[in-house]
């Protein structure tokens, strides 16, 4: 089925360790972005990327990496997990500058830093 | 700093009445204004969506209404169904989607 797919669903994590976090799309969007979902606080844009190669930062970018090798795949990376990270977390996709139309997100992965 | 409020984190309206969800933003030189909906344990869908260049876009029982002088979005849904119970989000567009921090309605029969 057509749409953006993240894994994994559910994750634990110590804190201090590094874990992946997966997106892909089968769209051909140029334009894909990571939110993480906190009570009270929206959705709040982590990274973001206009296309395969380019990235950059959002509202809250401290903590997390990513890369964009492919227009697919946009992975976001924590390197050294801490408990504040604990979150809901989306990835989205759009074709670039379609703001009217709205972006298609993931189902999200629930992550748990102890 | 807050670009997209929505001071309502909730929201409760009988079954068939009209629910009316505000939204404030700060930057008059934002393009679009979206509202979008979530169900619990799924993403964002998108509902429907307003050009800075317009005041009003209706999608059946959806409508947005857009006042620039206020810079106020609102969602109207008339009327009102249980299945409409949900967290809400406005967002923003430019070269990135801003959300503000969501309405949860709850339409009760």
């Known amino acids: 089925n057509a749409g953006v797919t993240q894994t994994p669903k559910f994750q634990v994590l110590k804190t201090g360790q590094s874990m992946t976090l997966q997106c892909a799309q089968d769209m051909n969007h140029e334009y894909m972005s990571w939110y993480r979902q906190d009570p009270g606080m929206g959705l709040r844009l982590i990274h973001y990327s206009v296309g395969a190669g380019i990235t950059d930062q959002g509202e809250v970018p401290n903590g997390y990496n990513v890369s964009r090798s492919t227009t697919e795949d946009f992975p976001l990376r924590l390197l050294s997990a801490a408990p504040s990270q604990t979150s809901v977390y989306f990835c989205a996709s759009s074709y670039f500058g379609r703001g009217g139309y709205g972006y298609t997100f993931g189902s999200g992965t629930r992550l748990t830093v102890v | 700093d807050q670009q997209v409020k929505q001071n309502s984190p909730s929201l409760s309206v009988q079954e068939g009445r009209i629910s009316i969800l505000n939204c404030d933003y700060t930057?008059?030189?934002?393009?679009?204004f979206l509202w979008y909906k979530k169900y619990p344990a799924e993403g964002p869908t998108f509902l429907i969506s307003i050009s800075s260049i317009k005041d009003k876009n209706e999608d059946g029982r959806f409508t947005v209404f857009l006042n620039k002088s206020a810079k106020h979005l609102s969602l109207h849904i008339v009327p009102s169904q249980p299945g409409d119970s949900a967290v809400y989000f406005c967002?923003?567009?430019?070269?990135?989607?801003?959300f503000g921090t969501g309405t949860r309605l709850q339409v009760f029969p």
């Open positions: 930057n008059s030189m934002f393009d679009y």
């Open positions: 967002a923003v567009c430019t070269d990135k989607l801003i």
